[in-house]
């Protein structure tokens, strides 16, 4: 009933930049938080950063990433983005939109995209 999908990802040189782009779709009332995550070969998923949709946008970003990544939302169009500046090889890893809230049904949801890849070489 929701559907991420993602875009964005691909293979850039350390200290480079990329920029995903995330959109949510279907029975959508309203959003309560969008986010990204990532997961890398043999380790578990884990939070890259995330966004309120309310008004202010309240943000939250893994220690690793602070200072070199934003996320920043588009509420209109339900869009989530993450800019990634000053990549690291140790950033590789499939990375996944993630967004929460409510449908028209009333009912909750979590959703996931089906991931983008990142691969930053040295």
């Known amino acids: 009933q929701v559907q991420l999908v993602e875009s964005g990802g691909g293979l850039v040189q350390a200290g480079g930049s990329l920029r995903l782009s995330c959109t949510a779709s279907?029975?959508?009332?309203?959003?309560?938080?969008m986010g990204w995550y990532r997961q890398a070969p043999g380790k578990q998923r884990e939070l890259v950063a995330a966004?309120?949709?309310?008004?202010?946008?309240?943000?939250n970003y893994a220690d690793s990433v602070k200072g070199r990544f934003t996320i920043s939302r588009d509420n209109a169009k339900n869009m989530v983005y993450l800019q990634m500046n000053s990549l690291k090889p140790e950033d590789t890893a499939v990375y996944y939109c993630?967004?929460?809230?409510?449908?028209?049904?009333?009912?909750?949801?979590?959703?996931w995209g089906q991931g983008t890849q990142v691969t930053v070489s040295s």
């Open positions: 279907g029975s959508i009332l309203s959003i309560g938080s």
């Open positions: 993630n967004a929460v809230g409510r449908l028209w049904s009333g009912r909750e949801f979590g959703s």
């Open positions: 966004i309120t949709i309310a008004s202010g946008g309240s943000t």
